[in-house]
């Protein structure tokens, strides 16, 4: 991962220097570019339903063409949701454990939902929004 940042300093640099200017600016230059380019992809692919062949977007930007290996790197690629996988191993996992084990964390869920109905922290106290303490606080003071 380093060395290809390393390669990127080097043809900001040399790039800047090939153009007499800074770095910062080819970076702006870039970006600008890149976004651009999305903001055009963005246009073609928005496609209405019912929309005829004659009203489909083309773009007029001359560098597009030219660009669309930018619009590329920001597609994502053809993978699979990760949750669908840990929601299959969590029920597998549960397939595992004992009755006892299953009693525990029902009962372990059950204290959490009703902590989480009564504002209580973890150790069981009443927990209070800032503006409680404050109204709780000048309270106080009065009594003095």
Aim: proline fraction near 0%.
């Amino acid at each position: 991962m380093e060395g290809k940042r390393i390669e990127k300093q080097k043809a900001f640099k040399c790039i800047a220097e090939k153009f007499d200017t800074t770095e910062a600016e080819v970076q702006r230059k870039l970006h600008n570019l890149r976004t651009q380019a999305n903001q055009e992809w963005n246009k073609i692919k928005k496609r209405k339903s019912g929309q005829g062949t004659d009203e489909i977007y083309s773009s007029s930007w001359e560098y597009f063409e030219s660009l669309k290996f930018l619009v590329d790197q920001n597609m994502t690629s053809g993978s699979e949701d990760n949750l669908v996988e840990l929601r299959k191993k969590s029920l597998s996992l549960s397939d595992d454990l004992s009755k006892e084990d299953r009693e525990r964390i029902n009962i372990l869920r059950q204290y959490q939902k009703t902590a989480r109905e009564k504002d209580l922290d973890v150790d069981g106290r009443k927990s209070y929004s800032i503006d409680e303490l404050e109204e709780r606080s000048g309270s106080e003071e009065e009594n003095y």
